[in-house]
């Protein structure tokens, strides 16, 4: 049986994984799991290999959340909507998988084994947190590897002898990545950086992108703008910079115990995620695929058949 106790197509046939941006519960659905809200989307899942996600909030039903942040968090009854949709690798690697402190990110950990979904950038102490997750579809290994670089003010990143979630250190990462091409036929970065609303990447990101592909990465994908940027074919790499916001709510949250509620409305960008789509024969490089998707008034999401998104994204 393969990693994902799959069915895996014969070997002349291409390997798919399908990855989306920013997955959150917080919102009127926080607890409130609806087995319904991926299935729009579910048949593209289930005909991928491997479909994955960074999960933006702890699946916990803690109540003491860490103070001096915006929260998020959603119900564990979720890991089995997920389950259910086919998606079946997260990167716990962001800004919020700690914002019910240790107990969230164990609680979320546990439900996700639970559930047979594998988890990657986020462990009990930073070698758990840095390690990479090692899969095998068919007869071939891809290694995940997770990251964030997101400042946060409240303990969120891991350490020595310290639980929380993978911090991104170049020349670490870039180790690592050599380290996995000896072991793994592809290699994928999942990266939680760049400038929240920005539609482009900062001259940083991009020297840092030249340098994993140089190291041996074969895809890097990134989220955390919560807004779309661009592909980039980089020499054999594929380069998502930021796949949007995949599901998101509109949320109130007090920024101090004695506020009052300020209210997070989604802007029309912020509703526009996209599923990318990488596939593989053997060849030296993946090719790549995109399905337009979007947050509808109701919260769920809807394949966007619109003709503009194509325009949209191509400039």
Same mark, same amino acid.
């Given at each position: 049986?393969?990693?994902?106790?799959?069915?895996?197509?014969?070997?002349?046939?291409?390997?798919?994984?399908?990855?989306?941006?920013?997955?959150?519960?917080?919102?009127?659905?926080?607890?409130?799991?609806?087995?319904?809200?991926?299935?729009?989307?579910?048949?593209?899942?289930?005909?991928?290999?491997?479909?994955?996600?960074?999960?933006?909030?702890?699946?916990?039903?803690?109540?003491?959340?860490?103070?001096?942040?915006?929260?998020?968090?959603?119900?564990?009854?979720?890991?089995?909507?997920?389950?259910?949709?086919?998606?079946?690798?997260?990167?716990?690697?962001?800004?919020?998988?700690?914002?019910?402190?240790?107990?969230?990110?164990?609680?979320?950990?546990?439900?996700?084994? @639970?559930?047979?979904?594998?988890?990657?950038?986020?462990?009990?102490?930073?070698?758990?947190?840095?390690?990479?997750?090692?899969?095998?579809?068919?007869?071939?290994?891809?290694?995940?590897?997770?990251?964030?670089?997101?400042?946060?003010?409240?303990?969120?990143?891991?350490?020595? @002898?310290?639980?929380?979630?993978?911090?991104?250190?170049?020349?670490?990462?870039?180790?690592?990545?050599?380290?996995?091409?000896?072991?793994?036929?592809?290699?994928?970065?999942?990266?939680?950086?760049?400038?929240?609303?920005?539609?482009?990447?900062?001259?940083?990101?991009?020297?840092?992108?030249?340098?994993?592909?140089?190291?041996?990465?074969?895809?890097?994908?990134?989220?955390?703008?919560?807004?779309?940027?661009?592909?980039?074919?980089?020499?054999?790499?594929?380069?998502?910079?930021? *796949?949007?916001?995949?599901?998101?709510?509109?949320?109130?949250?007090?920024?101090? @115990?004695?506020?009052?509620?300020?209210?997070?409305?989604?802007?029309?960008?912020?509703?526009?995620?996209?599923?990318?789509?990488?596939?593989?024969?053997?060849?030296?490089? *993946?090719?790549?695929?995109?399905?337009?998707?979007?947050?509808?008034?109701?919260?769920?999401?809807?394949?966007?058949?619109?003709?503009?998104?194509?325009?949209?994204?191509?400039?």
């Amino acid at each position: 049986m393969d990693f994902f106790g799959m069915n895996v197509r014969n070997e002349k046939q291409k390997l798919i994984i399908s990855a989306v941006g920013d997955v959150c519960y917080e919102g009127i659905l926080k607890d409130k799991p609806q087995k319904g809200i991926f299935s729009p989307i579910d048949h593209i899942f289930f005909a991928s290999d491997a479909v994955v996600a960074n999960l933006e909030n702890p699946l916990t039903s803690q109540e003491k959340k860490v103070s001096g942040k915006c929260t998020l968090r959603g119900n564990p009854g979720w890991v089995e909507v997920m389950k259910e949709a086919g998606i079946n690798l997260v990167s716990l690697a962001n800004n919020h998988m700690m914002d019910y402190g240790p107990e969230g990110l164990f609680d979320t950990m546990h439900c996700l084994d @639970s559930a047979g979904i594998r988890h990657v950038g986020a462990g009990k102490n930073r070698e758990k947190a840095q390690a990479p997750l090692i899969v095998s579809i068919g007869n071939k290994k891809i290694a995940f590897l997770a990251r964030s670089s997101v400042i946060v003010s409240s303990p969120s990143y891991a350490g020595p @002898s310290l639980s929380g979630v993978a911090f991104l250190d170049t020349g670490e990462l870039i180790d690592n990545v050599r380290r996995c091409t000896g072991v793994a036929d592809l290699v994928i970065v999942l990266l939680h950086w760049g400038l929240e609303e920005y539609s482009y990447p900062a001259p940083a990101q991009k020297l840092l992108v030249r340098k994993l592909v140089d190291a041996g990465a074969d895809a890097i994908i990134g989220h955390h703008p919560h807004v779309l940027q661009g592909l980039q074919r980089l020499d054999r790499a594929v380069v998502a910079y930021s *796949l949007g916001n995949f599901l998101f709510d509109e949320f109130a949250w007090r920024p101090k @115990s004695d506020d009052k509620e300020v209210m997070l409305h989604l802007s029309e960008s912020n509703r526009k995620g996209m599923i990318l789509q990488l596939s593989w024969n053997g060849a030296k490089s *993946l090719e790549c695929s995109q399905v337009f998707t979007r947050i509808d008034s109701g919260g769920h999401i809807v394949i966007d058949n619109d003709p503009d998104r194509e325009k949209e994204f191509a400039t």
